[in-house]
C-alpha cells in the first residue's frame, strides 16, 4: 500500500536525507564566476569529465552574455562531439488522475474540484495504446496521481496490459513510469512487470518551500519523497530519473541540488540517474499560484547547458510543456529525449473531443501540439535522427547514456544503427511518402558519409526491415 508513511522509516544508513539547504546556497554565493575560471571548466567538462558542485555554481553566477553564450556553446560542442543527433522519442500516457495530495501547481490536486477524474480501464488503456502504436510510438511514459486506487499491483498490470496491446507492426517496447513513491516491496512488484525508468521528481529540493506547495497528502513528507528513489535501487531498479519542478524557488539552487541528488546516486550506488527532467510550471485547471520565481527563458536555456556540461552522461529530458522555439533551442544544448503527439488528456488519443486543450481534462497546458508526424519530419529536415530505439534495455544493457558516453565507440556501433533501424520502420509503416523520401535520404547520406564500422550488417538489416522484418537491432 502506498499510504503508510511509516513504512519509509529509515533503516539503513544510506537512505539518510542529503539535502542541506545552507550548503547549497554557500556555493552560490561563495563561488565567482570570472572568464578564466568558466573556460576552465567548460575544457574539463569537454575533456569528459563531469563538474563537482562549487564549478556547477560558478556557471550559475555567470552572467556576462558573452560567456552565457560560452557556456552554451561549450553545452553544444559536448552534444555534438559525444551524442551526435539522435533524439529519443516517446509519449506520455496519463493512466488515472485521481489524487489525494494537494500540491499547489497541479491540476490534478484534491481540492481542485472542477478536474474531471478519470482511471483508464483495461479496454480504454487498449484503445489508448493502439492509437499510439497507429501513429508509430514504441516507448511511453505511464503516468498516475497519488490515490490508494493506484497501489503497485495495479501500477503492474497496467504496463502488462500495454505491453500486450499489438497494432498491426506496432507494439510498445519500453514502459517507463512517473507515479508516486513507493515502498521497497511496492517498488519490487513494479519492477517485475518489466518497466524501463521509474522517474519521481523532487519538485522542489527546498524544504520550506515544499512545505508551503505541499499543504496535505502524503507528498508533504520532504524526506520521504528525497529518499524514494533509494528505496527504488533497494527494489533493484537502478534505472531512475530524478527531476525539479523549476518556477517554484531559485532556480540556481533548484539546479544545484539536482546535482546533489546525482552526486548521491554516484556515491552510494556507484551509478548517476539515468535521466534528469526539468519541467517549468504551465497554466493548470484553477491554479493560483505565486510566480515569484518563474523561470524566463534566458534563465532556462543556459541551465540546461549547465545541466549538459554538469553531468556530460545524463540523459536530459524536455517535454511538450515548453514551446516549440524553446525546444529546439534546447535540443542543441543536449537535450536527449523529447516526447512528440503528446496530449495530456484523459483518453485524449484516442478521443474526437480531446483535439483541443482542455485544463479540467488534463495536469496542465501544453505549449507544443505538433503531431508525431510533424515532429519527426522537422527532426529529419534539420539533421537529426529521430530515434525509437529500446535495445540497450531489452539486453539488459543498463545505464546505457553512461555507456554511450564512456565506452569508445558505443554510440557508432550501437546508438547510431539502431537509431537508423528504428527509424526506418517508422519510415516504413508510419510515414507519409514524402517523408519516408527525406528519411531514407537523410539515412543513406549518413551510411555513405559516417564510416560505420557495421555499415554491411546495417545495410542488410534495413534491405530486411523494407521487406517486412521488424524489430531488429544491435
Ligand atoms: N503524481 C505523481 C507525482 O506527483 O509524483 C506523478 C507525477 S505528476 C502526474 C508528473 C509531474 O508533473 C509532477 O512530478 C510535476 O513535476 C509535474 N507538474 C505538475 N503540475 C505541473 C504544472 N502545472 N506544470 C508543469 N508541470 C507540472
Ligand atoms: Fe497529485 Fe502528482 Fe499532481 Fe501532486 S503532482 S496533485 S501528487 S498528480
Given at each position: 500500500m502506498i499510504y503508510q508513511p511509516q513504512q519509509y522509516r529509515i533503516k539503513d544508513e544510506r537512505m539518510k536525507p542529503f539535502i542541506d539547504p545552507e550548503e547549497i546556497w554557500d556555493f552560490i554565493r561563495d563561488t565567482k564566476s570570472t572568464k578564466e575560471r568558466v573556460r576552465e571548466i567548460i575544457a574539463k567538462s569537454l575533456d569528459k569529465n563531469r563538474l563537482n558542485l562549487e564549478e556547477t555554481a560558478v556557471l550559475i553566477n555567470t552572467t556576462d552574455p558573452e560567456l552565457v553564450d560560452e557556456i552554451k556553446e561549450g553545452a553544444r560542442e559536448l552534444k555534438s562531439r559525444i551524442y551526435g543527433e539522435r533524439i529519443v522519442l516517446f509519449a506520455p500516457l496519463y493512466?488515472?488522475?485521481?489524487?489525494?495530495?494537494?500540491?499547489?501547481?497541479?491540476?490534478?490536486?484534491?481540492?481542485?474540484?472542477?478536474q474531471h477524474r478519470v482511471t483508464l480501464n483495461k479496454k480504454q488503456i487498449h484503445q489508448e495504446v493502439k492509437s499510439l502504436e497507429d501513429v508509430g510510438h514504441k516507448r511511453l511514459i505511464l503516468v498516475y496521481g497519488e490515490?490508494?486506487?493506484?497501489?503497485p499491483e495495479f501500477i503492474a498490470e497496467s504496463v502488462r496490459d500495454v505491453y500486450k496491446v499489438k497494432s498491426k507492426n506496432g507494439e510498445i517496447r519500453r514502459v517507463n513510469i512517473n507515479a508516486a513513491p513507493l515502498s521497497i516491496e511496492g517498488f519490487k512488484v513494479v519492477k517485475d512487470s518489466g518497466i524501463g525508468t521509474y522517474q519521481i521528481f523532487?519538485?522542489?529540493?527546498h524544504p520550506e518551500t515544499y512545505a508551503k506547495v505541499h499543504p496535505?497528502?502524503?507528498?508533504?513528507n520532504f524526506d520521504n519523497r528525497l529518499i524514494s528513489l533509494d528505496r527504488a535501487q533497494e527494489a533493484l531498479i537502478d534505472d531512475v530519473g530524478i527531476g525539479a519542478l523549476f518556477g517554484l524557488y531559485d532556480w540556481r539552487y533548484e539546479t544545484l541540488a539536482l546535482l546533489r541528488h546525482v552526486n548521491h546516486f554516484e556515491a552510494t550506488y556507484n551509478i548517476g540517474p539515468h535521466t534528469i527532467s526539468f519541467p517549468r510550471i504551465q497554466n493548470a485547471s484553477d491554479l493560483n499560484l505565486d510566480n515569484s520565481y518563474a523561470v524566463s527563458d534566458d534563465d532556462f536555456t543556459k541551465l540546461v547547458a549547465i545541466l549538459r556540461l554538469a553531468v556530460p552522461y545524463t540523459g536530459l529530458i524536455l517535454t511538450a510543456r515548453e514551446p516549440i522555439h524553446i525546444r529546439n533551442e534546447v535540443m542543441r544544448y543536449g537535450v536527449s529525449q523529447i516526447d512528440g503527439g503528446?496530449?495530456?488528456?484523459?483518453?485524449?488519443?484516442?478521443?474526437?473531443?480531446?483535439?483541443e486543450q482542455n485544463l479540467d481534462t488534463e495536469q496542465f497546458e501544453i505549449c507544443d501540439t505538433r503531431t508525431l508526424g510533424e515532429i519527426i519530419t522537422e527532426l529529419i529536415g534539420t539533421g537529426y535522427i529521430p530515434s525509437f530505439c529500446t535495445a540497450c534495455y531489452r539486453l539488459g544493457r543498463t545505464g546505457e547514456h553512461f555507456m554511450e558516453f564512456s565506452v569508445p565507440g558505443f554510440i557508432k556501433r550501437f546508438c547510431d544503427p539502431n537509431a537508423i533501424l528504428t527509424l526506418a520502420e517508422y519510415l516504413e509503416d508510419y510515414a507519409t511518402d514524402e517523408v519516408k523520401e527525406k528519411g531514407y535520404k537523410a539515412i543513406f547520406k549518413r551510411l555513405d558519409n559516417e564510416g560505420y564500422k557495421n555499415e554491411k550488417a546495417i545495410r542488410e538489416r534495413l534491405t530486411k526491415i523494407q521487406n517486412g522484418v521488424r524489430d531488429l537491432y544491435f
Open positions: 493512466i488515472g488522475n485521481y489524487c489525494t495530495n494537494n500540491c499547489q501547481y497541479c491540476g490534478f490536486r484534491t481540492e481542485n474540484k472542477k490515490h490508494p486506487k493506484y497501489t523532487q519538485e522542489t529540493y496535505s497528502g502524503a507528498k508533504r503528446t496530449n495530456i488528456q484523459m483518453k485524449g488519443y484516442s478521443s474526437k473531443d480531446a483535439e
